[in-house]
């Protein structure tokens, strides 16, 4: 068991991130994805490492940086939800809206 599950759209949100990256470096794309899952391993097993952003949602959501890309996820779901990967430089309005339409 994984420990986790990904929210179908953070599944794409983690292809559209290797995608993007190996159009320059496809070295560079599995590491940047393999330190995304390694933290999200790390999150399963203490969900509450993250930090929460009431400005971004009223979710009880948590967030956890790994380069320039934010985890949201659902620290007391079992297994741990991830709902979205996200890069951090995005609005906080956009990471928002992003977030109200996954459930």
């Known amino acids: 068991m994984s420990g986790f ?3 179908p759209e953070a599944y794409t949100d983690l292809e559209e991130i290797w995608d993007y990256i ?13 330190e995304i899952y ?15 952003r009431p400005d971004l ?10 380069r320039d ?6 620290p ?3 297994p ?5 990967v996200l890069h951090g430089r995005r609005s906080p309005r956009v990471i928002a809206a992003i977030l109200r339409g996954r459930s």
Do not use: C, M, N, W
């Open 5 to 7: 599950v990904l929210h």
């Open 22 to 34: 190996a159009a320059d470096s496809l070295d560079a794309a599995d590491r940047v994805r393999e």
């Open 38 to 52: 390694d933290t999200i391993h790390s999150l399963a097993d203490f969900p509450h490492t993250g930090h929460s």
């Open 57 to 66: 949602t009223a979710r009880p959501l948590r967030f956890q940086l790994v």
């Open 69 to 74: 890309y934010v985890i949201a996820y659902a």
């Open 76 to 78: 007391d779901e079992k």
């Open 80 to 84: 741990l939800a991830v709902i979205a």
